[in-house]
């Protein structure tokens, strides 16, 4: 059906070309709409890989702003008390303060909520990578039991009877809040959440002071042989996206990939996720059993909990104190402005 | 995926009018009489589905007793069936649906929401028709399809309830219900999901004996006994402990969904009327 939408849409445009007499109307409504689908333009920064746009979804500035609204607005919940922003906190660079999120009435989810700053740079989406856009994401937590435990449909309905969000919608897809346009708009939205403005990028542009010694001597051995974290947080956006096991021991009710594969090679593996704003974004792991980055250098540290599928790359490291000392003043580097919400 | 029927021909008609309104652009709005297509050369089809107990046909949520003195009362059962055919006297195959939803749970008519039921109709070109056959679940090629891009009513659509959101996948059939396995209440769950690529079956080819003329209407009736599902010969499910399976997570959910999946197939049996 999509693609007989699409012929669809091009067949009424030819008709609109046509038959200019009859649908003057019409044709009017089409360039109103053309000349509100400004374009919004991604402040990329130059050392930044390039973002994969959906067809199906070109970014504007009407669809941002409304992606905006709706990812903070309770009422995408079952009983109005939940937003994405509640477990996406804007001055916590969009993560969460809790090991594990709750959602409505107190739910509590079984993982712990990751940041979404740069998260349209990401090529697969949730700590076992199911998901393959922004777009789809939208809707587990929406309809997640322990989330939003909304239906999308009827969330939709809701939007609708709202005739300021009924003409926001018109204005941005020339229709009315539907599984489609509501996850185009708040995806949208998530795309325009770059930051790139670091020290460490100021870094990596060219400027040798922007990092203090001890932050370079953290990056050095973030990048050496001996720690290898750069084999799997690798790139500008410290991660390889990869699904990974670090060494953690998992909990029998969250196998990880091995959730989708029924592979047992792949119980405990998880995203690896982007280190930028780290800082920021405690509690660590995918469950948040980590309070502190200081546990987390521990853990690596001690060389993982020495479980089965356990990366090769974890193993044991005799950290230095000022070693550890480095590593987390180079954490501290990461901190983007946009991610504390500034 | 009537739907998806439907939307074709409008944007074939679209497609028509457009190419006549181009080539004939100065007739627009005043041009002559264009002719009416043909109407098709079609006869229609209704497939609808029993859950029996035995030979008692079974009713949404009333509670009955199977062949092994358990209770039951059923609460939800829906499930896809994909590229339905017929089958041609000559061996050839007409495709009639791509995917369509079975649900037991009757209307609700309080509700202005899409449903779906226990019966589905398509269309078919007329003709003698020997056989049908079907996927049960949905093939791999759409199941990575967006359920956003649907249309509410299509059973494809975010709406049918039948997407597995983290995972981003359809589940392909859902069968809950409550029991009493001998503890005199109603407090034993039974909660089935399936999905995953592996578990797609496709039937055999049922026999039928259809002979349409265009504009004829005839009935299927496809049936499953439930005692077939938990009490295959050799596949035998034991109900209280094997009643919960989210088919992923781990591998006896999966042997579980898997052995289920294996014995609804089997058991469905297509009766003509």
Redesign the interface.
Known sequence: ??K??G??VL??V??LV?????TEQKEDNLVTLQENHVPFELAIPSHFPDMVIPK?NPLTVAKVELGKQLFFDPSLSVDGSVSCASCHLPSKAFSDVLAVSQGVKGAVTERNSPSLMNIGFHPIF?R?G????L??QV??PL??ETEMAH????ACERLNQDSTYRARFQEVFGQSA???T??RAIAAYERTLIGGDAPFDAYLLGDSTALTPLQQQGYALFTSDRLACSSCHSGVLLSSFALEHNGLKPRDTD?GLM??T?N?ADRGKFKVPSLRNIALTAPYMHDGRFASLEAVIEHYNKGGDGVTNQDERIRSLSLQEDEKEALLAFFDALTEASGKGE | ?Q??QT??W??GL??V??LV??TS?SG??NGGPIDPPKPPDVAEITLSFDLENGSEELAFQAPFTDVMGYQHRLLTLKFYLSNLVLVKADGSTEEVDEVVLFDYKPIDPSLN?PQWTREVSFTLPSGDYTGIQFGVGIPADIN?????????E?PL???S?M?W????MYRFIILEAESDTGTGSFDHDILIHTGLDDLYRTSPVYPISLSLASGDQAALTLSLDWNDIWYAEGASILLKEEHITHT????ED?DLASRFTDNFVAGLKINQE
């Not at chain 1, 199911?130 to 856009?133: F, Q």
Request: charged letters at 15%; one cysteine or more; aromatic letters at 12%.
């Open positions: 059906m999509k007989t939408f012929a669809f067949t009424s030819l008709l046509a038959c200019s007499t009859e199906d949730m076992e199911a998901v393959p856009t777009e789809l809707l587990s309809e997640g239906n999308i449909v009827l539907t599984p489609f509501l996850t196998p959730r989708l029924l047992e | 995926m739907l998806k939307y074709q409008i944007t679209t497609l009018a457009a309104a181009l652009f627009c709005g929401n990575d399809e967006d359920p956003t891009t649907y249309a509410n299509d659509s975010a709406f309830n997407y959101n983290w995972a981003t992923t997570d781990t591998q999966f």
